[in-house]
């Protein structure tokens, strides 16, 4: 995520602490007005592994960073953690800078592949259902709570051809709309698929008539990313 000032900010996975979240100044050195060496390995509340998988910025230089996490390296779940400028985390963020998601009906878990933040600074997580294996979004709002006017539960699973299937990055349009790729199984082959919502969650019917598209070559077709 770049900054303005053009500052770099950056987000990852340190096998010291799983996360990892720093910023680069525009010379290429560590920024040291951020947490005073220009990283920071962040633990995540009673998870063992937190890699990164995410980033935003807002023009403030506040920072948010999607996570996937696991106690046991088997069962993921989503996470999100806010940072202030100057590295510290957000305590008005879900009251401690941090925030999970988790579909308890659905173990072993979900995982987290990309984040977004919509026009109004809700944060978008997606991912796939590892049990389900669907298209699986999050939506939070700036707070960090859990947005229940998405979906009625924050959530939104996509099912494509009730294969195994997965669900990878996407984006939210100028007009708030959602968009999700991915990979669909259809009688073991893999397609291309695309899937777009509404603002409030549910698939919108006016794309491909039921809010999915795929494309099939008789090969090997994945969705890898959309912008």
Known sequence: AIQTNGTIAFAGFSAIAATLVGRYATDGTLDTSFFTVGYINPAFPDQAIAPSLGIVMDSGGELVVGEGLSTDGAQFQYGVQKFLSDGILDTAFHTDGS?????????????????????????????????????????YLSNGELDTSFDTDARQLTDIFGEEESGGRGVVTANDKTVQTGVGIEDTDPDAALVRLRNDGSLDTAFHSDGKATLGLDNVEMGLAVG
Not at 100 to 113: E, K, L, N, R, V
Not at 120 to 129: C, M
Request: glycine share 8%; aromatic share 14%; charged share 25%.
């Open 99 to 139: 925030a999970t998601s988790f579909i308890t009906d659905f173990a072993p878990g979900q995982m987290q592949t990309r984040l977004s933040r919509d026009r109004e600074g809700r944060l978008l997580t997606f991912g796939y259902s590892d049990q389900e294996t669907d298209f699986l979004v999050y939506r």
